[in-house]
């Protein structure tokens, strides 16, 4: 159930994360930003 779902985010942030990085740096405050609201999406209490 709740473990399941939170090994999901985990998985799918860290994916996420990953993908971000390959982002052209040209678009740094973009890239910033994605990777901040990513992080929040996984460590957010509700």
Known sequence: GVEKAQQLATHYTEKALKEISKLPETK???????????????TREN
């Open 28 to 42: 740094a405050q973009a890239k910033e930003q994605l990777y901040e609201i990513t992080q929040t999406i996984l």
